[in-house]
């Protein structure tokens, strides 16, 4: 408790150098400025600025990828009350009451709202990302290959099974995820997979190139498929939010950051669907759910908690497991491991204090965002006027040269291409990129431990579903599965329900 | 007009279940190490196989579940109508992508300065595509000076940027 606080104190003053602190707040300000721009997702947000900050010192490129990730989530609450916009799926959930609350002419107090929900979200989230980590961590010490393997599983068809409307596309693009990062140098005999003897392939697709294509060529397209509207902005007065508020609504605030950095800890469900969550959880619970929709301010608080407490909660199954709790967080996983931190169980014992450079780093966001939540708001509009026609070309130019900067190859730029059309063409027929980039992410781990644990058994699957918690993770899967596809679950109610009327007819009949 | 209406989702379980089909097939007859004397069990194509079947498995799924969510008419016509509803800019989406794609697959690297190169596609792309309708987009003297400013600053601090500060050799 004490070494952690320890360890937390250091790494706050730490970063209370001039260069840590412009970078932190430069990037809460740069990813605050990408939510407002509609079309820019925080994980093509965070994705390019992983590949512009590859040559910095790993503390700093966290520093600044995490900043960004904050700031990014909460800056798209700003054009969802405004504009109707959501800048960011996770702020989806604000623009039914957000944007009600501005045509009412209550903008100003609907953004004062959105940014104390968002702060105390993410503090809220930053206290469970200190707790936690180090108890998940050491809970997943006690793991071997049998329960990582079925972790990483689980992870890839809890994602697909939430953030898709049709679990089954969902699964389909988190196992292809998986197939892809199984293709090059396998990590046990070096033996190339897939490759058809091509040298660039032998190596295997890199990660950053595949992801800046998922989230930033595919989203190109997505945006220039679309018909642009230019936005206009609602008039708005003082944005400082009403202390009273805050203490009317504090159930709310609990309740949603509790929900919010549980959904974030589900791996790959992302911050949109904690949101949504917590929003209906209010609704559900409020004395007032006639409001909900026509400008409530408890609505309103409810999704703005959820989504930014979300962040630091998807945060910590990536700390602690290396299983990322967004999509976001997949592509923070990834910078992690190319700036040489090895996250996962081991990581609180070989660099404890990593976890609280986080939390210092989560709260250096927090402060950003306050501040220019609070005082930056009009120049901060100012970027959604800039039209997306002349954004996404310039994007496009970064992710190019961001991918074929990683390695100086034109391979990556090609691989960037070709799955930035696959995620584009996957999306327009209903299959997220959530469970493929999860997918990618976890596959190496999946492999690993499915093969680990087949030789640890000698052979025998056996130990996969005896062992008490791959038990317990074989049987969350199957139940999943079983659960979600509508022709097998169908299937078991007819056959219970053919068992109850044989054993007990009358029952049944009653 | 001959036009024949296709689920989707079936065609989709199809084209899933053929890759999936591809992916075991490849892992069956991968190379099972056995002159290393592994165990057969850890032999590379495992995994890839136990995937494909995956694949296979919700492909068939996707193609023989009753209920049918999106359909999709292949013919021309009537694509450009669904799209113009769901409010789908093809002609946008098409020169786009042309652009992007013959920058990025077709020209960068292959001898045109990559700084002369940029400033080109950014001045086209900004040209011919904004906010309106038309496709191309009407160009004015205006729109190619303002095109052209910013193509040419942009490519300018890219290409400082990458070469001077992160040091990349760029293509």
Known sequence: MFDGLFMFGTAVVGYLTPVSLALAFGATLLGLLAGCMPGLSATLVITLLTTLTLKMQPNQAILVLVCAYNGAIYGGSRTAILLNIPGTAANAAACLDGYALARQGQAGRAMGIATTGSVVGTLFGLICLALFTPMLGEIALSFGAFEFFWLALLGVVTSGNIVAVDPVKGWLAGFLGLFVAGIGQEGMYAYERFSFGNADLAGGFQLIPVLVGAFGFSEVLTVMSERFARPKIIEFGSALPRIRDVFQYWRTIIRSGVIGVWVGILPGVGEDMAAWSSYAAAKRLSKEPEKYGKGSIEGLMAAETGDNASVPGGIIPALALAIPGSAPCAVLLAAMIIHGVQAGPMLMVEQPQFVYDVVAMVLFSTIGILFFGLFFIKPLLKITQVPRSIMMPIIFVLCVIGSYSLSSRLFDVYTMLGFGVLVFIMRQYGYPAAPFVLGLVLGDILDKNLRRGLVLGDGDILPFFTRPLSAILALLVLWTFITNVKTINDAMVRGRNALLAKVWPKARAS | ?171
């Open chain 2, 1 to 171: 007009m001959d036009t024949t209406r296709f689920s989707a989702d079936r065609v989709g379980g199809l084209i899933w279940f053929v890759f999936g089909a591809a992916v075991v097939y490849g892992s069956w007859t991968m190379d099972r190490l056995e002159n290393l004397n592994i165990p057969p069990a850890t032999a590379p194509g495992v995994v890839p196989g136990l995937l494909g079947l995956g694949i296979m498995a919700f492909a068939l799924v996707l193609m023989l579940r009753r209920e049918r969510t999106v359909t999709v008419d292949f013919s021309g016509e009537a694509a450009e109508q669904t799209a113009d509803e769901g409010g789908f800019h093809w002609k946008r989406l098409s020169l786009s992508a042309l652009l992007c794609l013959t920058y990025g697959a077709v020209l960068l690297g292959r001898g045109v300065n990559y700084s002369a190169l940029t400033a080109t596609f950014l001045f086209l792309h900004l040209l011919l595509l904004d906010e309106s309708e038309d496709v191309p987009a009407r160009i004015t003297l205006r729109r190619a000076i303002i095109a052209g400013t910013i193509a040419l600053a942009v490519a300018t601090v890219v290409t400082l940027v990458f070469q001077y500060i992160f040091l990349v050799r760029l293509p």
